[in-house]
């Protein structure tokens, strides 16, 4: 599978990826991160890179891409986080709630604008894709090699409704005040074990 870093532009049909695109990365994902989307522009990296804006889109195709680069750095950070909590001695049911449970608290704990790019994605023809929803699949393909899951299930469909939960209900913590962290997760742990009763 593709992951979102790998649909780099090609200067002279090349692809570029040296110490310059990553610090472009490493610049965007500060400004995105800790700003904003809205001050993550070609313009303001050209300005503190000192570049030219072809330097810029002789590596991405356009702020779009680089957004989602960003993107998949914060889902890999969160994955990292919440594979610490994770382990093989137990049922696929108890590693998702782990990994969930993690996952969420350790967004909500960020910036609002880190928030915001945990819900950015890509579709393709089949499926939505990021790193989170990447992993989910595997883990509930793993499920059906052991017997936690039926084997007709979609396990990319039931990734992909396990991250619409998290990040739906964390965009709602991010943008209500009154919504408080508690009533959030507790949300969408019943969400998450009504769809791992379903694929039992």
Do not use: P
Not at 26 to 49: D, F, M, P, S, Y
Not at 63 to 73: G, P, S, T, W, Y
Not at 141 to 164: F, L, M, P, V, Y
């Amino acid at each position: 599978m593709k992951k979102w870093g790998e649909k780099m532009a090609f200067s002279k049909g090349k692809r570029i990826e040296d110490e310059t695109s990553k610090r472009i990365v490493n610049l965007a994902i500060n400004i995105g991160c800790h700003e904003g989307v809205e001050a993550l522009t070609v313009t303001r990296l050209c300005k503190e890179l000192n570049c030219d804006r072809r330097v810029i889109y002789n590596r991405f195709r356009d702020i779009d891409e680089i957004n989602l680069v960003v993107a998949q750095r914060c889902n890999e950070e969160i994955l990292e986080k919440a594979k610490t909590v994770m382990t093989s001695q137990v049922s696929l049911y108890e590693n998702v709630i782990a990994l969930i449970r993690t996952a969420f608290t350790y967004i909500y704990e960020k910036r609002v604008h880190f928030q915001y790019y945990t819900t950015l994605y890509t579709i393709t023809n089949e499926k939505v894709q990021n790193e989170i929803v990447h992993y989910l699949t595997y883990l509930i393909e793993q499920g059906k090699t052991s017997g936690d899951t039926r084997a007709e299930i979609n396990s990319s469909s039931i990734a992909q409704n396990i991250w619409i939960l998290m990040t739906g209900i964390g965009s709602m913590l991010a943008t209500n005040g009154n919504y408080k962290y508690q009533e959030g997760l507790n949300t969408l742990l019943c969400g998450i074990e009504a769809l791992m009763s379903y694929i039992r």
